[in-house]
C-alpha cells in the first residue's frame, strides 16, 4: 500500500471515528490540527506518487534504447561476417547469400526486440497510469462526498432553523391576537363605568 493510500485509509478511519455533537447525528467534533496535518501530508505526498510514476514512464526510453544498441550490435556482426566471408573469392557466390540471409534474420530479430520492448513500454505506462488513475479516482471520491456530506447539513440547518421560525411567528400572531381580544374587553368595561344622568324634578 503507498502512502497516499494509507494517508486516505487515514482519514476516513478518522473521519469514522469522530464524535458527533450532542443532540445531532450529522455534525462531527474534529480536531482541526490534526486533521490539517494529515491532508497537508496528503498535499506533499500527491507529487512524490505522480512524479515516481513519471520516472516509470521514463524507463520505457530506456528500454527502447537498450532493444536498439541491442538490434545494432546484431546487425553489425551480421555485416562484419559478411564481409569476411565475401572477401574469401572461392565462396564468394555462396557468402553472398548466406550475409544476405544473416541480414535479413537480424533485421527480423532487431525488429521483434523493438516491438517486445515497445509493448512491455506501454504495459509500464499503462499500469502506471491506471495506479495514478486510481488513486486521484479515490482522492475525488473523498472530496466529492465532503461536499455533499456537508452540503446535506448546510439543508438540514436552514431547514430547522426554518421551522423554529415559523414557530416563532406563530406564536407572536397568537399573542397579537390575545392583545387586540383584551383592548376590546378594556374598552367595553369601561362603558359600563360611566354613571348615567339623573332625572331632572319637573315640581321644582
Do not use: F
Not at 53 to 76: G, M, R
Not at 194 to 200: I, L, T
Amino acid at each position: 500500500m503507498s502512502r497516499i493510500e494509507q494517508l486516505i485509509s487515514d482519514i476516513e478511519s478518522y473521519i469514522d471515528n469522530c464524535k458527533y455533537y450532542p443532540l445531532s447525528n450529522v455534525k462531527i467534533i474534529v480536531n482541526k490540527e490534526q486533521l490539517e496535518d494529515m491532508l497537508t501530508e496528503l498535499r506533499l505526498k500527491t507529487p512524490d506518487e505522480v512524479k515516481k510514476y513519471q520516472k516509470i514512464l521514463s524507463n520505457k526510453d530506456a528500454i527502447l534504447a537498450d532493444a536498439k544498441e541491442q538490434a545494432d550490435a546484431i546487425i553489425n556482426a551480421a555485416q562484419i561476417q559478411t564481409e569476411e566471408l565475401i572477401n574469401e573469392h572461392e565462396i564468394m557466390q555462396r557468402a553472398y547469400a548466406q550475409a544476405n540471409q544473416l541480414i535479413e534474420q537480424a533485421t527480423a530479430q532487431a525488429q521483434a526486440i523493438l516491438d517486445n520492448a515497445t509493448e512491455e513500454a506501454n504495459g509500464i505506462r499503462y499500469s502506471a497510469m491506471q495506479y495514478t488513475d486510481d488513486m486521484l479516482a479515490k482522492l475525488q471520491y473523498i472530496i466529492e462526498h465532503s461536499i455533499k456530506d456537508n452540503k446535506e447539513k448546510y439543508d438540514s440547518l436552514l431547514s430547522g432553523l426554518q421551522n423554529i421560525l415559523s414557530v416563532v411567528n406563530n406564536n407572536r400572531n397568537e399573542l397579537s391576537g390575545i392583545e387586540e381580544s383584551d383592548n376590546e374587553e378594556d374598552a367595553s368595561v369601561s362603558d359600563s363605568d360611566v354613571p348615567a344622568p339623573e332625572a331632572s324634578d319637573s315640581n321644582e
